[in-house]
């Protein structure tokens, strides 16, 4: 990065308001210093930097030239929205990204009037731009929507249903694509800037609605004629000829990060009359710091780092995280059967099946950001005689909940879910948590619906789905390392609907689905120490029941605890409802259910999460001994 000056600019800038007070041939300083102190915070807090640091001309024009928070800008996704919430009023805080009580790692309507949309999932802006535009048709109020979104973003079918509806928006709709993946290339130099500038004025607009209007008048023969040339000469010298089908006036591509060519195309585009628009933007991820831009990843993610040397702090050696167990058996079964393939949605190495890439690219498929066609593709290859692994992270899935239900339980075909990132997720916050996948899928028939306790049970469980071929199964498992737990050299075969009882008692019974497992053994062990004896058991299927075992587990203990990275609805509900079937709890059978709690938790360190979700050591304690007051003398009569 070049020396900046020595009077900084940004100290002056708390809103966009006070940015638009300064000189168009400040802003350059501004855009540096705004970079540096986006590489000082993420040095600081970790998380999303390269998308961030490509923004940041881009950043600093949208709210120079249009009327923020008046117009209404959208981040798709969100995680590039650093830069924004430092001239958006959040400067002060942005040391407290991603922790505990501090501003979220993407856009949060109660954080700011700066941010009118909240993201975190991919391909929304459009959508939600075009809302607020129309709103703002209908109302007759000034303000545009702008939609900012990435290419990869682009490759989701929500982007494009969005725009083949923008039509009726006409100017008030500004969709920016920021395109990162390609190199700034030739087109995208002086000669591209000035034609950008030349078809995005109000003269050129004006001059293309006239001949419009003209070619109405004329026989048809000559109008087609005439619009296939207008046509053809700006898809020859610009592209965008697919977004004007869709309705859209195409302008670009532009350098995204050369403020002198992008100050007077969205100028133009903010006067414009016609539209909608789209603005085409090539941007460098990583842009101005050595390190980011070095990377492979670009610095996508990152932990706390050195702002000098760009060295992230790297965790102490640990136990194999889950992501990468998994691909690790999925490898080892599919070495075994060819007609195991896997499938991810943008997220090969987040889903741990880079390794399975690298083993068998002829079965792996990496569908971009489709969650939807990714499920029914799986689903298309299952009822083919393939044996399909869908790894979607919890969160992800839940865009394709339609394509679960009717392309894959309703025609009972099996594809296997790896459901990565179940339960809470830590800095990420309530956008990516894994709350509500046991609700959603073991209210299907039919559905098989598995928790690994541990990493060991996860190559148990990848194992027994590879194996199952008499309908959809899924295995869900959280985000991080798994407790260190030795890893068997052969997988067993699980059979479905069984659990197991890990530890034995006599009065109480915790019955627990998946990592909590951890927790629940603690817990016994302080009810021990109080003379509370106690069976814990790991269920390991939320869906079919073991209902032997928890009939037994429910007749034979004075006290019986459900506990699950779930929300209300999940393992413990079947659990009630299976007992109240069954007349089990007439008999005074004190039943409780410990579950996530009915709220949106904000981002924090996961084991904090879990304490105030009520799902640790000490909740469960608190639980069995609340239950054993209830309707006696206390702790001592119960033991009585």
Known sequence: MADLPSTPLLDT???????RKLRPDQLRQLADELRTETISAVGTTGGHLGSGLGVVELTTAIHYVFDTPRDRLVWDVGHQCYPHKILTGRRDRIRTLRQGGGLSGFTKRSESE????????????????????????????????????????????????????????????????????????????????????????????????????????????????????????????????????????????IDGHNLEHLIPVLENVRDAEEG???????????????????????????????????????????PPQYQNVFGAQLVAEAAKDPRICAITAAMPSGTGLDAFAKAYPDRFFDVGIAEQHGVTFAAGLAAQGMRPFCAIYSTFLQRAYDQVVHDVAIQNLPVRFAIDRAGLVGADGAT????????????????????????????????????????????????????????????????????????????????????????????????????????????????????????????????????????????????????????????????????LPDVYQDQDKPEVQYAEAGLDATALVDTVLKALRHNSGGVAEARA
Do not use: C, W
């Open 432 to 595: 990516h948590a894994g709350s509500f996948d046991v609700t959603y899928l073991a209210t299907l028939p039919n559905f098989v619906v598995m928790a690994a306790a541990d990493e060991a049970e996860l190559v148990h469980m990848t194992h027994t789905a590879a194996q199952y071929d008499t309908g959809p199964i899924a295995v869900r498992y959280p985000r991080g390392n798994g407790t260190g737990v030795a890893l068997p050299e052969t997988p067993q075969l699980l059979e479905i609907g069984k659990g197991r009882v890990v530890r034995e008692g006599k009065k109480i019974a915790i019955l627990s689905l998946g990592t909590r497992l951890e927790e629940a053994l603690k817990a016994a062990e302080v009810l021990e120490a109080k003379g509370l004896s106690t069976t814990v058991a790991d269920l390991r299927f939320a869906k079919p029941l073991d209902v032997d075992l928890i009939r037994k587990l429910l007749t034979t203990h004075e006290v019986a605890v459900t506990i699950e990275e779930n929300s209300v609805g999940g393992f413990g509900a079947h659990v009630l409802t299976m007992a109240s079937d069954e007349g089990l709890i007439d008999g005074g059978l004190k039943l409780r259910t410990l579950r």
């Open 114 to 253: 700066y941010d009118p949309f909240g993201a975190a999932h991919s391909s929304t802006s459009i959508s939600a731009a075009l809302g607020f535009a129309i709103a703002n048709k209908i109302a007759g109020t000034p303000g545009k929507g702008i939609a900012v979104i990435g290419d990869g973003a682009m490759s989701a079918g929500m982007a494009y249903e969005a725009m083949n509806n923008a039509a009726q928006a006409g100017n008030r709709l500004v969709v920016i694509l920021n395109d990162n993946d390609m190199s700034i290339a030739p087109p995208v130099g002086g000669l591209s800037a000035y034609l950008s500038r030349i078809v995005s004025s109000r003269e050129f607009l004006g001059f293309r609605d006239l001949a419009r209007k003209l070619a109405k008048r004329l026989p048809r023969p000559i109008a087609s004629g005439m619009r296939k040339t207008d046509e053809f000469a700006r898809g020859m010298t610009m592209g965008g000829t697919l977004f004007e089908e869709l309705g859209f006036y195409y302008v670009g591509p």
């Open 13 to 19: 800038v708390s809103t966009p308001d006070d940015l």
């Open 276 to 318: 909608p628009i789209l603005v085409h933007v090539v941007t460098k991820k990583g842009k101005g710091y050595g390190p980011a831009e070095a990377a492979a990843d670009k610095y996508h993610g990152v932990q706390k780092f050195d702002v000098i040397s760009g060295v992230q702090t790297k965790a102490p050696p640990g």
